[in-house]
């Protein structure tokens, strides 16, 4: 059997005062044809990057309104991860080789895999390319509507890469995507879902934070709540320019030397390139005190992200590749104008000049970064768009209509 990866529950009774009754009226509607359905969601990963965190609230809340849902992970060796993350990379447009060893890997794990894929289910719904073998090597379940959930951006893949992957994704007769630019070249589903992700409102990681219990937090990293604080959370990966982030705040320190500068970044477990990036990060801040390269092995987890979040003064997210980008969610929900590259979903959330900048450049982030810490009632005000933004759009019920709606449409 895949391993199940255990959830807390969720009663969607308890977003109702934050997104209102119309909103969850709507979910139970979109239920009702559902009740005791068999879902099941397969991922790499229980920890560490955004589809984790989303299968999270996710799972239970489909449970709270009938569905009998659940969540699995495929399991693999470093050397299948290694040509995942490699995957990930040349589909979102890396030019990397692909070798016949590392396709052979590939669909070694996922056959591998596919044996270990038990039970009856009305929905399987699998995420990302890791296990997107899955349908073809269990030869699809009878009955199951089979939906390949894609998170990154592969409107523009390396071609090694999708004509690989290409035949065994376009054997699902349904997908989503977070964006329609987002769909690959040639492949034409018979339904196609639109979804963007979403945050839990009510996660450890985005109820909210008394400031001072914020400010305690980030003190224990070294920080000084006093001064002006820029911070970034993100895996140490290319794409996030972790590089650029520093770069752009030295450029504000020239002007405001007080400003300091937090990146902190969790190592999933799907993620090896992640320490080697996390090394380059911190050479590459060399000796200035006044930045602190933080990751979930020092203790930081769902709190203290949040404290971070809470206290930062302008919270930068400056990707140059970005699926949709949940931390920018998160920090947004906490009432923070983001300065965010403008790329994939950032622009989604990121309304230039309304719930915070986007930005193309080291030099462009480095002066709207200045703007907001010089302005800060207009980045406060920003804040506050940012928050209502979000509310109406990111927040996790909405993710669940839209898979029930879904749901719907695969049954009919
Ligand atoms: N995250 C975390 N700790 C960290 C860094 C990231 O908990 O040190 C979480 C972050 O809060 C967010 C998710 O990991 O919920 C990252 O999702 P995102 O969509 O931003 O990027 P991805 O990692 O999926 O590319």
Redesign the pocket.
Known sequence: MLQNVETETRSLEDYRPIVGDEAIEEIHALAESLQGARVVHVNATAF????A?ILQTLVPLMRDVGLDAHWQVIEGTGDFFNVTKAMHNGLQGMDLPLTAEMKATWQRHNELNAKKFEGHYDFVVVHDPQPAGLLHFTAGEQGAHWVWRC?IDTSHPNPRYWDFLAPYINEYPAAVFTMKEYVGPGIDFKHLAIIT?T?DPLSP?NTPMEPAEADAIVARYGLDADRPLLVQ???F?PWKDPLGVIDAYRIVKERMPSVQLAL???M?SDDPEGWDYYDRTVRHAGEDFDIRIL??FQG?G?RE?NAFQTAADVVVQKSTR???????T?AMWKGKPVVGGNAGGIPLQVIDGQTGFLVGSVEACADRVLYLLQNPVEAKEMGQAAREHVRRHFLSSRHLADYLRLFNQLLR
């Open positions: 560490g990057g955004g589809v965190e998170h992700p945050i990681k959370v993100s895996r990966d902190v970044g969790s999933a990751h979930n930081v769902n992200v970005e699926g949709f980008g949940l931390v920018v998160e």
